[in-house]
């Protein structure tokens, strides 16, 4: 196993981050494997933005991110995207509301 340098892991971020198709463009950019290009990307963390829905614009900013998964055995990856009433808020005030319902117990 052969050690990543400063460089390369650079290189590979920058890569991971343009790149649709970003193992095999890195693999043959740095020499590595897929395998190894995609560990790395897992290990450091690195985030992708998520590709917009069809026919849904990609917002950025303040949208609520409420996933709209109607069937939990194929998600469609649709969020909400209504505008959200303050900065950092994860989702608009009707799902924030939802969020934190509180469900009495059984007696």
Known sequence: MTRWTYAEELRAKE???SSE???AEAERALGRSRNSVISLARRQNWMRPAPAAEGQPRREGR??????WGDQGRPTHQYCD???DRPGAAYCPEHAATARRVIPKAA
């Open 82 to 84: 209504a505008a959200t």
């Open 63 to 68: 949208c609520c991110r409420w996933p709209l």
């Open 21 to 23: 198709n970003y193992a």
């Open 15 to 17: 890569i991971y981050l």
